[in-house]
């Protein structure tokens, strides 16, 4: 039975739309987990599709990339965001979310590049409060990151992935990918994430009035981040810094080699290189 994943984060939800809506395929079937434990399904085949982090796809090189869709910031994200106790020159010990694979990375290669600082890292449960009173600083993820913004106490220094990524290479931040195993029956699950993200995007009044309501955060800041500041279709920008993003994460050790990224296409197992 083909098994798809899914994340149940507000930036996901334009992606999942349809999915989550309508009937799938017959013999078809939706899953959910974190983000790590669905790179690990689709590494053991449990799954064939799901949006992961796309370093996810440099440590499973197996992984095709879905072409024209992604997750990703043209500048500030406002759910990928370091709260920090000190200023950033100054930290020595980020406790960073388990389920963090991307962010993590790219902090890494941030603090290095434009701040020549390399912090310790600590894996912690994902509770802001939590994990400032053991570390400098901590790496915040997803619903919780805009949440704990929103409320969060005076003082705290705030470090937006999104935009510190801008500003370092000049190219959006590609946070996540649909990523499909080498045996994902593609033409018919391909076409079902596109549509699925085409009426998501038309949706996301909707998707913003619902998802406000669950997450305790208002409308309009729902509404702008789903069509003002995600950026959901993949162009040559996302492309060309995804794979930036690899060979970066190889210059810091972070992989152990360039991955060759390769995008999935109807009716192939590979389609044209990224």
Not at 42 to 49: D, M, Q, S, V
Not at 64 to 73: K, L
Not at 77 to 98: G, H, W, Y
Not at 253 to 259: A, D, F, K, N, R
Request: proline share 8%.
């Amino acid at each position: 039975m083909p098994t798809i994943g899914c994340l149940p984060y507000l930036n996901v939800k334009p992606l999942s739309y349809l999915l989550e809506r309508e009937p799938l395929p017959e013999g078809w079937d939706l899953t959910y987990a974190p983000p790590a434990r669905l790179a690990e399904m689709l590494r053991t085949g449990e799954i064939c599709a799901a949006p992961v982090s796309s370093f996810a796809c440099f440590e499973n090189p197996d992984l095709r990339i879905v072409p024209d869709i992604c997750i990703a910031s043209r500048g500030r994200v406002t759910s990928v965001l370091v709260f920090s106790n000190r200023p950033v020159e100054e930290i020595s010990t980020i406790a960073v979310d388990s389920g963090s694979l991307s962010g993590a990375a790219m902090l890494r290669i941030i603090l290095k590049e434009r701040y020549d600082i390399s912090p310790a890292f600590n894996m912690s449960d994902p509770d802001p409060d939590l994990m400032l009173r053991a570390n400098d600083a901590c790496l915040t993820l997803g619903n919780r990151a805009m949440q704990y913004d929103a409320k969060r106490s005076r003082g705290l220094r705030v470090l937006d992935l999104g935009e510190e990524w801008l500003d370092l290479t000049g190219l959006p931040a590609v946070f996540a990918v649909w990523a499909v195993t080498p045996d994902a029956p593609v033409q018919e699950l391909i076409p079902m994430l596109v549509r699925s993200k085409d009426a998501g995007i038309e949706a996301v009044d909707e998707i913003a009035l619902e998802e406000s309501l669950k997450l305790d955060l208002s409308y309009d800041v729902c509404r702008r981040y789903l069509s003002e500041v995600m950026v959901y279709d993949m162009g040559p920008d996302e492309l060309q810094s995804l794979n930036l993003f690899a060979q970066k994460a190889r210059l810091h050790g972070l992989i152990s080699g360039v991955p060759d990224l390769v995008l999935a296409a109807p009716g192939k197992s590979i389609g044209g290189r990224v």
